[in-house]
């Protein structure tokens, strides 16, 4: 497939941390972006953030629990 050049303005953050990104993945900036306009574009991260969204639904209060008993100080006693 031929490729064509986009230019884009960003914030400074944006851009390093779209750098990083495609850094940690083992990516080109342009195939970053390519990754995330298709996901984007198939409805991959839709159902992704639908998938963990349900998921968080459904067992939060595993969560709760798990962070209130870090929170309790050790040895104390409900009264």
Not at 1 to 26: H, I, N, W
Not at 68 to 78: E, I
Request: zero cysteines.
């Amino acid at each position: 497939m031929a490729k064509t050049q986009l230019g884009a303005r960003v914030d400074e953050d944006v851009a390093e941390l779209a750098k990083k990104r495609a850094a940690d993945l083992g990516l080109s900036i342009g195939d970053y972006l390519a990754r995330l306009v298709h996901d984007d574009a198939s409805g991959l991260r839709a159902r992704a953030v639908d998938a963990a969204s349900r998921f968080l639904a459904e067992h939060q209060s595993v969560f709760d629990e798990a962070e209130d008993a870090q929170q309790t100080p050790r040895g104390a006693h409900a009264a």
